[in-house]
Nanobody, 124 residues
């Protein structure tokens, strides 16, 4: 089992920045591909970003590319999502997830463990 706890969400004005953190415990963190997803009210959960075991490979949704950066610190068992130039359409609950595989994935069903989510609200 892997336990994931997100933090860092909040209310921010459009154009502002937030940094989300996800702390992991329970298993060897560096054995898991990590991902960030988000879900807005009335919408399906969507992929945001993913990062490889060592952090050398990343992938982003087109909607956040160039604005968001995913990173991880395996010594601290933590994955981050730096979000810049935020837009109202970025408003959602953001979830981190862990995948017991070496391959990156943009599909929620391919992730084994999920955090409880953190709310991000961007006002216009």
């Amino acid at each position: 089992q892997v336990q994931l706890v997100e933090s860092g969400g909040g209310l921010v004005q459009a154009g502002g920045s937030l940094r989300l953190s996800c702390a992991a415990s329970g298993r060897t963190f560096s054995n898991y591909v990590m991902g960030w997803f988000r879900q807005a009210p009335g919408k399906e959960r969507e992929f945001v970003a993913t990062i490889s075991l060592g952090g050398g490979s990343t992938s982003y949704a087109n909607s956040v590319k160039g604005r968001f950066t995913i990173s991880r610190d395996n010594a601290k068992n933590t994955v981050y999502l730096q979000m810049n130039s935020l837009k109202p359409e970025d408003t959602a609950v953001y979830y981190c997830a862990a995948r017991s595989s070496i391959a990156l994935s943009t599909t929620p069903k391919q992730y084994n463990y999920w955090g409880q989510g953190t709310q991000v609200t961007v006002s216009s």
